[in-house]
């Protein structure tokens, strides 16, 4: 337990009114869309909860210790039926094939290593079961990602871990599952920031 861990948890949900209201139809064309069994890594606050058909029951694997108590009280709220798992996307403890659907908002910008994170996610998923994601990602222009590159450290540091320049969709698009439907978009905050956004579904294999 880190005092960054503390602060990020604390301000999350503050933050993140600055763009909840740019980001909530992406929150409903991911977890809006899961079913059954599904498994949420990277839980944070809970953004995702209301988003969620009534009729799922979600497993919320989250590391960090200090939103617990966030993701309790917005379950509460919700009435819908979450497990909290502590722990990390790269070594999940969690059978073979037994989530339906996984969902990951925001959050493989932050993990130490996507690949590890994506090759857990094809092992729990059942066969034919169903990715989806909504990720900020690099930039697929010169300037916009050699820009991205210098940003990155300091954007790191002052988000506590989060990576502007990660190539999320390649590393999707490499992992063996039949199908991957994405588009990509970008949010502007005004000339010369804009945050390339790519949102999606992944199929494993039947
Ligand atoms: C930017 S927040 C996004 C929270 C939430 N998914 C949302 O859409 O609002 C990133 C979350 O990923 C979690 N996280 C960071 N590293 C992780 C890892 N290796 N495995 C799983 N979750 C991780 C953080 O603790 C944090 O809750």
Redesign the pocket.
């Known amino acids: 337990m880190t005092i960054s861990?503390k602060l990020?948890a604390n301000s999350?949900d503050l933050l993140?009114t600055l763009v909840e209201w740019r980001i909530s139809s992406y929150?409903r064309s991911t977890a809006g869309q899961a079913n059954g069994h599904v498994l949420?890594?990277?839980?944070?606050?809970g953004?995702?909860l209301k988003y969620y058909p009534d009729s799922v029951n979600i497993t919320a694997?989250?590391?960090?210790p200090f939103?617990f108590k966030k993701i309790r009280d917005r379950t509460l709220k919700s009435k819908k039926d979450v497990t909290i798992f502590q722990?990390?996307?790269?070594n999940m403890p969690f059978e073979n094939e037994v989530f339906d659907t996984v969902v990951?908002?925001?959050?493989l910008?932050?993990?130490?290593d996507v690949e590890s994170?994506i090759s857990e996610i094809t092992r729990v998923l059942k066969p034919g079961g169903r990715f989806y994601f909504?990720e900020h990602v690099s930039s697929s222009s010169y300037i916009g990602s050699k820009f991205q590159d210098l940003l990155n450290p300091f954007w790191k540091f002052i988000t506590t871990?989060?990576n502007l320049n990660r190539d999320t969709e390649r590393i999707i698009n490499n992992a063996g599952f039949s199908k991957v439907d994405t588009s990509k978009f970008t949010i502007r905050f005004g000339t010369p920031i804009s945050l390339p956004n790519l949102v999606g579904v992944a199929i494993k294999k039947s």
């Open positions: 861990q990020f999350y993140n929150r949420e890594i990277g839980f944070g606050t953004s995702n694997l989250e590391p960090n939103m722990g990390y996307g790269e990951v908002t925001l959050v910008c932050m993990v130490d994170v909504y871990g989060c």
